[in-house]
């Protein structure tokens, strides 16, 4: 769920269809408003509490976590270490970093959303 616009939920496609998709939920239909095509698979999503940014974490092919600006939906950075797919990530409590688990047994601390 997006912290600054109420209705809006973002979800992730597996490694066929590798896309991030907007939805407004605020009808109870929900209804698509944009899909991203990331280039690999997408395993998370966490929203900054900070900016109008999402980062995105990646299993095949690239294994990296994605660092987006909302709503255009360009990429700000790449974050890559992990050697397998990453499995999940979660923001820290100050809303600054993030923490990412992966299949190739590691987690890995990230200065993703800093000052």
């Known amino acids: 769920w997006c912290p ?3 209705g809006l939920l973002a979800s992730g496609g597996g490694s066929a269809d590798r896309t991030i998709k907007f939805w407004n939920t605020s009808s109870m ?3 698509l408003t944009n899909s991203v095509d990331t280039g690999s698979q997408v395993c998370s999503l966490v ?3 900070h900016q109008r940014e999402l980062c ?3 299993g095949f092919s690239e294994n990296q976590l994605i660092l ?5 939906m360009t ?3 790449e ?3 992990h050697t ?3 499995l999940n990530m979660e923001m820290s409590p100050d809303g600054r970093s993030v923490v990412s688990v992966g299949a190739d047994e590691t987690i890995r601390f990230w200065d993703i959303f800093g000052p």
Request: glycine share 4%; net charge positive.
């Open 4 to 6: 600054f616009n109420r």
């Open 47 to 49: 929203w900054s509490k």
């Open 56 to 58: 995105s974490s990646h």
């Open 79 to 81: 974050f890559k270490s």
């Open 29 to 31: 239909t929900g209804t």
């Open 68 to 72: 987006w600006k909302y709503p255009s």
């Open 75 to 77: 990429k700000v950075q």
């Open 84 to 86: 397998a797919r990453v």
